[in-house]
């Protein structure tokens, strides 16, 4: 049960990606705000709908404990919505899809797990997929990339190209370490009260930056944001699997669900006919073989 989790997280967060993408090409210096409260929204609903029909038994307490988790990942999400807007202007691939490769290693070293080569050669595998599709992307958009440094501070270029990617990692690497631990290593907390956890903290955060937009008397309407409501949808429904997955051997789900990304560049490829140089199928290639193999070790 839980590599079928681990891939439909993958599957279901590679789409979400696509359409955050779509979301968030659009004018304005909201959009990430509208991302936020739309995840929130769908989280909220589905947080009550999970409390209601699985009888979960849930306190406060158990939403407080699990506060650490949840804040990484808004975080890092709330960051990484930010820099979707400056995606082909900053480094954040290489430095952001990493972070699942570097929480399976971190697994490996403070819980002194072994593992045969196979899984060390996968590991390997869709950390060099990840590095070829980074780099070739950077070289790609050099240029933008020149022409955005003329106009901007330093101060700027270093955020933007540095800080929001560097952040997103660690923060999401956080979270996903910190998963491992309370879902898999040491239990400390059941699925469905994390998984409720999550999303009411979400639903509050969504909540509040509502309430933030309203003051700055930003139009907002759930009908006009289709694109950022699918996206959530996507994102709630890969959350529901992610929670499984990590309750297993969350060491070798952190980096299959890690690589989502290469899945989002092949629907891009299908859906917005993005161009994909040959060194760029190789560098995917390289990626699901890695996840292939840990699929195959998790069965």
């Known amino acids: 049960m839980q590599v079928v989790a681990t891939l439909l997280t993958f599957f279901f967060w590679g789409v979400a990606d696509l359409f955050y993408k779509l979301g968030n090409r659009g004018k304005g210096n909201y959009n990430h705000l509208k991302t936020g409260i739309m995840v929130g929204l769908v989280m909220g609903i589905h947080g009550t709908y999970l409390l209601l029909t699985t009888h979960t038994s849930i306190n406060i ?6 506060l650490p988790v949840s804040f990484c990942y808004i975080a890092s999400m709330v960051i990484g919505y930010r820099g979707l807007k400056y995606l082909e202007l900053s480094i954040s691939s290489p430095i952001q899809n990493t972070s699942g490769v570097i929480v399976a290693l971190l697994f490996i070293i403070f819980f002194k797990e072994h593992y045969d080569y196979p899984f060390y050669i996968a590991v390997l595998s869709i950390f060099i997929g990840i590095l070829i599709l980074s780099i070739i992307g950077l070289e790609r958009n050099k240029k933008d990339r020149k022409e955005f440094n003329k106009k901007n501070t330093l101060q700027k270029i270093l955020t933007l190209t540095i800080l929001f990617p560097l952040g997103y990692c660690l923060l999401d690497g956080l979270g996903t370490f910190l998963d491992g631990i309370y879902l898999d290593k040491l239990k400390i907390i059941g699925e469905n009260p994390s998984l409720i956890a999550y999303e009411y903290t979400f639903a509050l955060y969504g909540l509040i930056t509502l309430i933030y937009l309203k003051i700055k008397k930003e139009d ?32 070798i789900a952190a980096p299959i669900i890690g690589s989502y990304c290469v899945l989002s560049m092949l629907l891009s490829r299908i859906f917005l006919k993005e161009k994909l140089s040959k060194k760029e199928y190789i560098g995917i290639l390289l990626v699901l073989i890695g996840v292939v193999i840990l699929a195959l070790l998790d069965v």
């Not at 307490?61 to 699990?66: F, R, T």
């Not at 006009?224 to 699997?241: D, H």
Request: charged share 20%; glycine share 6%.
């Open 61 to 66: 307490m158990d939403i407080i404990k699990y």
């Open 220 to 251: 907002f309407s759930i009908i006009k944001e289709k694109t950022k409501l699918t996206a959530a949808l996507f994102e709630t429904a890969g959350e529901i699997f992610y929670v499984t997955a990590m309750s297993g051997n969350s060491t």
